[in-house]
């Protein structure tokens, strides 16, 4: 036999060898243990490493957004520039293009959701941090409740009760028979998926990528500790972990985009009545 | 959580807890955005368009301005010009009376020059002949004395003789000069008659 046969078959054997074998990580990842823990009212609340990563991005975040501000011209720094930047991407883009003309009252909003949802976002890959509050579900759950609140609040506040929950039972131009199909699904689709995907949308993106980072990170460091000729892979690993990190950036962006982009059109929803 | 637990949880059924903490976390970033941040940034754009829109303004109100002025500029030229050209035409017309004044005042200087002549040459004249007159007569009168032999001078004077002839002879000349005027301006040829036959 060859020595690289003798090679594969280290490999074949370790990695059907249980203990010793590459361990992939697991949902425990989400799972920090927690710094500290305590119970008001029969709530338990458990302060973990993800939590405290959470005020430190919404921390950084604000202090940012305040110096942008704070010192704010007519003519901008650099910063004030990228704060702006942001800021009109939400306002202009969002709120006054697809809400409408009564659109620009929901801008700050909006522009905090932005900014909370990508701050959080971010710490997905920001070193000695590398995990996202928003992949646990808790985050974007509430953000998506709050925005369900909101914008069926708005709804009824803007059309009147039984109008909004008309045209949302009983799309106009709707013929009569498709209704027996069409109400159920159009009722699910407003009260229940809407707020469901969106929490979703956002958790999933940001669970999946953490683990397709620590799977190639903790790979590469596998490969690289086997001590065999499976060696020459770590750097295609710690490689792919690389592209990952980049491929993640491009994430936290578009979902934090994706989101508030959604946020505005069920609220685009809300304040003009179906036509 | 132990790893234990942490291996039989349900990702999607976050703990009440943490929705609190997180749901605090966002109620905070959001007032402090909404009071600090967002304001500030739509004052900022507000400036701006405002700065844009005044300066647009400002040009705006600049150009008509300078419009304004320029029309002010020709209405005062114009009416400049028409200053000008009545000062002209008035300089003009005064000089033309200024020369009429000073010709007519000429004349008069000249007559009166040439009147004041003539009046002196009628004095002196006038002298001349007094005194030729009484020369004359004595001459005359001694002349003949001298001829006839003895002195006719007393007896001449005693009848007035001479004195009588030389009256005769003004009376003559008197009525040959009797047409010209006093001034001798309208006679002046008159005049030089009068004084020739007179020598």
Known sequence: MTSSAHALIDVLAAEGGGDSGFQSPTIAEFYPPAVAEFSVLGIDFEITRITIIMWIATAAILTLLVLAARKASVVPNKLQYLGESGYSLVRDGMARDVIGPKGLPFAPFLASLFFFILANNFMSIFPFAQISPNSRFAIPLLLAVIVWVLYNYIGIKEQGAARYFKDAAIPPGVPAAALILVTPIELLQVFVIRPFTLAVRLFANMFAGHMLLVVFSLGAVYLLNVGNFSVVFAPLSFLMALIMTFFELLVIFLQAYVFVVLTATYLNGAVEPAH | ?199
């Open chain 2, 1 to 199: 959580m132990n790893t234990l637990a942490a291996e039989s949880a349900n990702p999607l059924l976050p703990p009440v807890g943490e929705i609190i903490v997180g749901t605090i976390t966002f109620a905070i970033a959001f007032f402090v955005l909404g009071k600090f941040v967002w304001p500030r940034f739509e004052q900022v754009f507000r400036a701006r368009r405002e700065a844009i829109e005044g300066g647009i303004e400002r040009a705006e109100t600049m150009q008509a301005e300078a419009k304004a002025a320029l029309e002010r500029y020709q209405a005062q030229l114009a009416e400049a010009r028409t200053e000008a050209a009545q000062i002209r035409d008035q300089a003009r017309a005064e000089g033309q009376q200024i020369l009429e004044e000073l010709r007519a005042q000429a004349q008069q200087e000249s007559a009166r020059i040439v009147a004041r002549g003539e009046e002196q040459l009628a004095t002196s004249r006038q002298q001349v002949v007094n005194e030729l007159r009484g020369q004359i007569g004595q001459l005359a009168v001694e002349l003949a004395g001298r001829v006839v032999g003895e002195s006719l001078e007393d007896q001449a004077r005693r009848s007035g003789t001479v004195d009588r002839f030389l009256d005769q002879l003004d009376g003559m000349a008197a009525g040959a000069g009797a047409g010209a005027s006093p001034d001798g301006r309208g006679g002046a040829t008159g005049s030089s008659v009068y004084v020739q036959g007179d020598r």
